[in-house]
């Protein structure tokens, strides 16, 4: 199948496009840019930088991807934007190349859906199966692991790690960081509860699910200090992995965790 190219489009001799790649009118792509097969690019899209895109990825009108990172520091390094594949990327959605301040690259792992208005800053990585709601904003450095919800209008604070099946409620202002399966709510924001109904819909049974409440229990309620805490579910996680997601990320927090 050949390339559906709209005569109105712009597109860098030197980008590399694959066979079948859609793309439509008025886009611009640049000469660093490369993208993988079934994707589809909509109308007044701009790609650039060195952007790499992977497969079956579906991006929507006035998006702007690989443009250069919102940053003070930056004076024109060449730096990567890195997409996996089957990503939706809807209308107006920022996503920005990383920094030599950081490793110089954003990575956006496979199967999230940014929402409209949605902005994803320089060196942020972001894992697989996310959804970003309309207008949720990751500053620099962000890490977002797999399966996280950000609701609309949300904000995650600079070097802010949100571990697996978080939820971070619609208005919050993430200024810390969000163990795994943790609801945070607020602004600040604030450990509320369990993402429950999220890990019901991922196929957690319900032992699983009482599992991780109690955790929640002993991390935010029992009065213990956080090294305690991290010990105990540490311990725990031998005979209930489903809490090795939180008994691995509590060491690595380096902001402290939502309250």
């Not at 008025?26 to 497969?55: C, F």
Request: overall charge neutral; aromatic content about 6%; hydrophobic content about 40%.
């Amino acid at each position: 199948m050949t390339a559906s190219i709209h005569p109105t489009a712009v597109i860098a001799p030197e980008a590399q496009l694959a066979p079948d790649v859609a793309i439509g009118a008025y886009t611009v792509i640049g000469p660093g840019v490369s993208i993988g097969r079934g994707t589809i690019v909509g109308p007044h899209v701009v790609i650039e930088g060195l952007t790499s895109i992977g497969e079956g990825n579906h991006i929507f009108q006035f998006a702007s991807v690989g443009a250069d990172p919102q940053d003070m520091k930056y004076r024109g390094e060449a730096t990567r934007l890195e997409i996996g594949d089957r990503n939706m990327i809807r209308e107006c959605a920022t996503l920005h190349r990383g920094t030599v301040q950081d490793q110089g690259i954003t990575r956006i792992g496979s199967d999230n859906l940014f929402m409209a208005c949605s902005h994803v800053a320089h060196d942020c990585i972001v894992g697989s199966h996310c959804v970003l709601a309309n207008h949720a904003s990751l500053a620099g450095h962000v890490r977002i692991a797999d399966w996280v919800i950000l609701g609309g209008f949300s904000g995650v604070h600079q070097f802010v790690q949100v571990g697996t099946h978080a939820f971070i409620a619609n208005n919050a202002a993430v200024t810390l960081d969000v163990p795994p399966y943790v609801m945070a709510v607020g602004q600040p924001a604030g450990a509320h509860s369990v993402n429950s109904e999220g890990l019901k819909r991922r196929g957690f049974g319900p032992g699983q699910i009482r599992n991780i409440r109690e955790a929640f229990r002993l991390l935010y309620r029992s009065g213990l200090k956080l090294t305690e805490a991290s010990e105990r579910l540490t311990a725990l996680a031998q005979e209930q992995p489903e809490l090795r997601a939180l008994a691995d990320f509590l060491p690595l927090a380096t902001r402290g965790i939502v309250r």
